[in-house]
């Protein structure tokens, strides 16, 4: 049998935790895919698996053959694509994390016109606010607001967002309007951090900037969701410019504190240093910063 491919079977057994779902996967039975762990075991010399009536766990070969196959799977996934580079004929798929607001009103009408552009290639887009690991979880790249503080990982700006601050004329029309950050203590102040009070800053005409702790009884983990809450007169949101701008000009949403100014963020497209040669990476991140850009400059 093919090494190559019994060490993929392999490691995604260790994945998967099972024979029948890697055969469901690969369309082979089984039986097939308990072969290819037997052949790998006998080139080795011994056991990768304990096996039990319930589970099965790797033994320390095992674990130790793990490293290596990911790293060799790794080496190989990186020579493939830098003969992609070579060919300028990118292909295969590429795995993705995004923000759940940011990928659903931003980046997913944006796809289409990449994989377009580039017919050989997939998108496995994972929308989810958490941070993900890229190289455990087997992501190519990630987008996120936060810089890296990791060596192992490229941060490339993708988009700076600004941000404002406003509610609907009922609701202040019931609780008042804020006059200073600090009037915002006895607001219900719109966030996702639920369990934990939201921090948000503000700079003065003077420089000075200010931090001021917030609360809301209405917790909502989605941007697009806090806004729709605002409109109906729940509280008070901070969103991106570009999406109140039009509610600000229709007047179903009136802009707060308007002489100070909240920090802007920067949002960052991520991946591993270790692909930075990876031409379907860099493409993407070309596109997404080419696209965004003209949609800013548009805007």
């Known amino acids: 049998m093919d090494r190559l491919t019994s060490m993929r079977i392999f490691t995604r057994v260790v994945e998967l935790g099972s024979y029948s779902a890697v055969a469901s996967e690969q369309g082979i039975s089984a039986q097939m895919v308990g072969k290819h762990v037997q052949g790998l075991e006998q080139w080795l010399g011994g056991k990768l698996f304990h096996k039990t009536t319930r589970q099965q766990a790797l033994t320390e070969l095992g674990l130790l053959f793990l490293a290596r ?22 292909a295969g798929r590429l795995r993705i994390a995004a923000p759940l607001s940011f990928g659903h009103q931003r980046l997913v009408p944006l ?3 990449f994989l377009d552009r580039y017919p050989k290639l997939e998108v496995d887009l ?8 890229l190289v455990e979880e087997g992501f190519d790249a990630a987008i996120r607001t936060l810089r890296p503080q990791d060596e192992a990982l490229i941060a490339r700006p993708l988009l700076t967002q600004n941000y404002r601050l406003c509610a609907a004329p009922d609701y202040l029309a ?25 921090r948000w800053q503000f700079v003065g005409e003077d420089g000075q900037s200010e931090e001021v702790r917030v609360a ?35 007047g179903r949403l009136f802009p707060l504190l308007s002489h100070y100014q909240t920090p802007a963020k920067t949002l960052y ?4 240093a270790a692909r930075r040669q990876v031409l379907k990476i860099t493409l993407l991140g070309d596109f997404l910063a080419e696209s965004l850009q003209s949609e800013s400059e548009a805007e």
């Not at 990911?70 to 060919?87: F, P």
């Not at 994972?126 to 690991?133: G, N």
């Open 111 to 113: 796809l289409p016109a």
């Open 269 to 272: 497209f991520i991946y591993p």
């Open 216 to 250: 809301s009884r209405l917790h909502i983990n989605h941007w697009p969701a806090l806004l729709t809450a605002a409109l109906a007169g729940a509280g008070i949101t901070l969103q991106p410019a570009e999406q109140v701008r039009d509610h600000i000009t229709t």
């Open 126 to 133: 994972q929308l989810t606010p958490r941070w993900v690991d």
């Open 174 to 198: 019931r609780h008042g309007v804020p006059r200073h950050p600090a009037d915002l203590a006895r607001h219900q102040c719109l966030h996702g951090n639920w369990g934990e009070h939201e």
């Open 69 to 90: 196959c990911e790293r060799v799977l790794e080496e190989l996934a990186l020579t493939e694509s830098l003969t992609q580079n070579l060919l300028a004929e990118p």
